[in-house]
């Protein structure tokens, strides 16, 4: 079964950082575009990031740009979202997604998790 | 880079059939096949429910179907049952190397 555990989510002061991670199973990692998609609860959804394959081609949305970062380990089936400087606006349920295909600007989400939630509040 | 436009509701009988539009700009609906859309139930996660405009994912049901004219896309619902009552969104691709959903339009089988 193909399968997308998130974790990482917390409740943290503006400014802060915190690192989101997302474990795959069920399917070959290595060889697939991995994203992040958030929601603000009873929002609509918004493209985070995406990795390509190996790493190789990296994308961010405009609104996260220049504080957060994205990684994964093929070796360990693991994806990683770095977020600095976190703002309240970052608040919301942080949702990983498979790739139909292995660059993230060819296809489509896939697979998804169950997502980690992320409260940005002093 | 704007949202895509999507109505905020559309509803049907059971039996009939719906279309939801998501309408972007020739920079992004209308220069890419990279539409998608996802059905999300109330405490769920998104599901791809077409990818690349037209295109169904393994298991989805052939009552959906996608299209796109210029730089509106278009899912159909045919045959509404009980089921199909969720939130659905777009997504394209867009410039900048971004992706783009829509607001997203609730679905009510009355």
């Known amino acids: 079964e193909v399968q997308l555990v998130e974790s990482g989510g917390d409740l943290v002061q503006p400014g802060r950082s915190l690192r989101l991670s997302c474990v795959a199973s069920g399917f070959a990692f290595e060889d697939y575009a991995m994203h992040w998609v958030r929601q603000v609860p009873g929002k609509g959804l918004e493209w985070v990031s995406g990795i390509s ?49 292995y660059s993230w600007n060819l296809a489509a989400f896939e697979i998804w998790g169950q997502g980690t939630m992320v409260t940005v509040s002093s | 880079q704007s949202a ?32 998608s859309w996802y059905q999300q139930h109330p405490g769920k996660a998104p599901k791809l429910m077409i990818y690349e405009v037209t295109k169904r994912p393994s298991g989805v049901s052939s009552r959906l179907s996608g299209s796109k004219s210029a730089h509106t896309a278009s899912l159909t619902i045919s045959g509404l049952q009980a089921e199909d009552e969720a ?24």
């Open chain 1, 53 to 101: 394959w190996n790493s190789g081609s990296i994308g961010y949305a405009d609104s996260v740009k220049g504080r957060i970062t994205l990684s994964r380990d093929n070796a360990r089936n693991s994806l990683s979202l770095q977020m600095n400087s976190l703002r309240t606006e970052d608040t919301a349920l942080y949702y990983c997604a498979k790739d139909l295909r």
């Open chain 2, 4 to 35: 895509l436009t999507q109505p905020a509701s559309v509803s049907g009988s059971p039996g009939q059939s719906i279309t939801i539009s998501c309408t972007g700009a020739s920079s992004d609906v209308g220069s890419y096949n990279l539409v």
């Open chain 2, 87 to 110: 939130d659905y969104y777009c997504c394209s691709y867009a410039p900048s190397n971004t992706w783009v959903f829509g607001g997203g339009t609730k679905v009510t089988v009355l």
